[in-house]
């Protein structure tokens, strides 16, 4: 069984239902808890040089997994409550991103590097 | 054609590699730019009411999810240098999130609403 | 005796000094550290009303408290480091907005509310 | 003439009357206008190296001063609007940390490195 982000979004759903709690998952709330979720996962760099942020220690990586997995469910909740395609949103911004920034006029330059 | 996060991964990094921008996508900066593109996005909702972030105009709409986007891309780019599986992460948090909050006992309860 | 930003700031550099820290506190961690000292500010807030916001229970007032506590340490010793007076960084900031935000014109305007 | 923080949070209060803003302001609102600002001061440090945010350009300095102003009056302005004494709060959970990491034990380690 593969799980995709619309499963993802419709499992949120169905949990948010069952405990009542649609009437906290407002944008606004969502968009707040999602900042939260982002600072614990900065947190888990912040010490690090670049060097061991890319070569983490199991505990550290797996502590990370969490953050990234808590961040990505209020992403995809955010998303779901404003009816926004998450999917769609970032490759319409990834297509953007590959025609302002030309191969050859940004090459190795930190001026501006968009993922 | 449907694209689904691999393939943005994978878009990602070609993305990277054309631009000489690897070297700059360590797991440390790349949590640094998903924080402040998270900044840009909680700033769209910071002066609206729950109920106008639940029915934002469009022009607002239309900047949530440009941010949604580039949220997206800095996260599946940092899960991908990290070697993290994002939806499987998502999920097992979900999981995890099922189990501890008995639909039952948290009812409406706003001391904990995780998604 | 009276604490000012300049006391904390030197205060900070101590005890940095003394538990040789200074090697971690780079101005790129500090920001990190920073960002996840908000997150946690931000989690406080993010399942309350406005009004709840503005009149939380004691416990909840001595998080909120201890969180801006947590914040305003990492602000002086980021500033510290990079050389920069907060203070004077703030009015200048503050006689801008002054400045650009004419009090006839942005009156009970939500579109721009700069503090 | 010296500005202290309690001069900014009276001339913010001000700031805030003659727009009419106050009923932006509260907690919950600052708190995400406050993230905002953090999340714009980080991008600041994003791509730089450790080295490079420790000397940064005449430039990025000048960005950096210019957010540090921004996030102090946010930070400043939900203290007050909460009737938290900011230089109070910091230097308890400065007394708290020096308790807690005790300078011969925690010595060198980036274990725990708070401010």
């Known amino acids: 069984m593969t799980t995709d982000l619309e499963d993802l979004a419709v499992r949120l759903r169905a949990f948010a239902r069952a405990r009542d709690w649609e009437q906290f998952h407002t944008p606004k709330n969502l968009a707040m808890a999602l900042a939260g979720e982002v600072g614990e996962l900065v947190a888990e760099f912040q010490w690090l040089t670049a060097e061991e942020s890319a070569d983490p220690d199991p505990d550290a990586l797996a502590r ?52």
């Open 64 to 115: 990370m997994r969490t953050e990234l997995g808590d961040v990505t469910l209020y992403l995809v909740r955010l998303a779901d409550v404003l009816g926004v395609d998450l999917l769609a949103a970032a490759t319409d911004k990834l297509a953007d991103n590959e025609r302002r920034y030309d191969a050859g006029r940004y090459r190795g330059s930190a001026r501006k590097a968009p993922p």
